[in-house]
């Protein structure tokens, strides 16, 4: 199934993608008059949905996305991909006023230069701004 989310009632242009489900099994739905996507693959294993936003990509098991009010809920098996970096929780919600994604959970976050491990941070999309909260450990490599 692939849902192509944009124009006038939309904040932010997307492309998302359910993959690894048999044909006749639904993966998701989306109500039009709320502008809401639900999806959930947790009854396939290899089942994942996926969410492209310019350089963002965003994967998960369960994703609910507000297209017209730019907000979004992960859970389960959360990965987002950006530029070189690597982010990995049990959960995300991104908030598009803002331009900021919450990670709650077992966060990994895998860079070039290092990797960071913790159970929340948050990052913003637009400057690339990291923030730890809590306990966390980290390692940098040259």
């Excluded at 530029?83 to 966060?107: K, P």
Aim: hydrophobic share 40%.
């Amino acid at each position: 199934m692939v849902l192509l989310l944009g124009g006038a009632t939309t904040a932010r242009e997307g492309t998302m993608h359910i993959e690894g489900i048999p044909e006749d099994a639904s993966g998701g739905r989306y109500d039009t008059q709320a502008s809401i996507f639900y999806g959930d693959v947790t009854a396939f294993p290899e089942a994942v949905i996926s969410v492209l936003m310019d350089d963002t990509e965003i994967r998960a098991v369960v994703l609910e996305w507000h297209t017209r009010d730019d907000y979004m809920k992960a859970t389960s098996g959360v990965t987002v991909l950006q530029n070189d970096v690597t982010i990995t929780s049990d959960s995300m919600e991104y908030f598009g006023e803002s331009d900021e994604a919450h990670f709650l959970g077992n966060v990994v976050v895998e860079m070039e230069d290092g990797r960071f491990t913790g159970q929340r941070f948050i990052l913003n999309l637009e400057t690339e701004e990291m923030q730890f909260f809590g306990a966390f450990s980290g390692e940098f490599r040259d």
